[in-house]
T-cell receptor, first 114, second 113 residues
Framework: NAGVTQTPKFRILKIGQSMTLQCTQD?????MYWYRQDPGMGLKLIYY???????DKGEVPNGYNVSRSTTEDFPLRLELAAPSQTSVYFC?????????????FGNGTRLTVT | DAKTTQPTSMDCAEGRAANLPCNHS???????VYWYRQIHSQGPQYIIH???NNETNEMASLIITEDRKSSTLILPHATLRDTAVYYC??????????????FGTGTRLTIIP
């Protein structure tokens, strides 16, 4: 049981390039989330999904897109990378709605845009 | 959003109990308090959560005041591996009947040998 797996661990992009951050979970969780963490700050919610085919925006969605075609996978797409997107990205999953359900996090993707 | 307030940093001697406070005075009656920690910029690690009763698991204990306006995370016998940033979080509602975790800047706990 690997939990939440994120790839790649590190990536350097040039301004204007695009990439997809991969996230997969093997816990059969319906709820999945993408967060970003800037240096010295807490995590901010980018997008989330409550099941296959259903996604919605979080606090900081601009510059990102997501899709959820399967329960296991929740990729995050950056179309035109900008220096402001330099950050560490965390994917998380949870078993269900309601406050009594912990989220489980991956170990992150460290992205630098130059 | 229910906001939380935590001290920026704390020290604790190895082997002693570490008590991390958190204020959440605007919490609503059905909102859970969660604690996570983050070590060396790894992914946040779930520690414990509770609604109104005190909770204990193999990692820690959570004490919630009767009015639910504050809580304390207790690591009973701190080790050097407990050095981390600890986040106290109140889950707040978002769309589709879902909740989100709103992370603040947390408490940087340093365990002193």
């Amino acid at each position: 049981n690997a939990g939440v797996t994120q790839t790649p661990k590190f990536r350097i992009l040039k301004i204007g390039q695009s990439m997809t951050l991969q996230c997969t979970q093997d816990m059969n969780h319906n709820y999945m989330y993408w967060y970003r963490q800037d240096p010295g700050m807490g995590l901010k919610l980018i997008y989330y999904s409550v099941g296959a085919g259903i996604t919605d925006k979080g606090e900081v969605p601009n510059g990102y897109n997501v899709s959820r075609s399967t329960t296991e996978d929740f990729p995050l797409r950056l179309e035109l990378a900008a220096p402001s997107q330099t950050s560490v990205y965390f994917c998380a999953s949870g078993a269900g709605k309601g406050g009594n359900s912990p989220l489980h996090f991956g170990n992150g993707t460290r992205l630098t845009v130059t | 959003d229910a906001k939380t307030t935590q001290p920026t940093s704390m020290d604790c001697a190895e082997g002693r109990a570490a008590n991390l406070p958190c204020n959440h005075s605007t919490i609503s009656g059905n909102e859970y308090v969660y604690w996570y920690r983050q070590i060396h910029s790894q992914g946040p690690q779930y520690i414990i959560h509770g609604l109104k009763n005190n909770e204990t698991n193999e990692m820690a204990s959570l004490i919630i005041t009767e009015d639910r306006k504050s809580s304390t995370l207790i690591l009973p016998h701190a080790t050097l591996r407990d050095t981390a940033v600890y986040y106290c979080i109140v889950r707040v509602p978002i769309g589709f009947g879902n909740e989100k975790l709103t992370f603040g800047t947390g408490t940087r706990l340093t365990i002193i040998p």
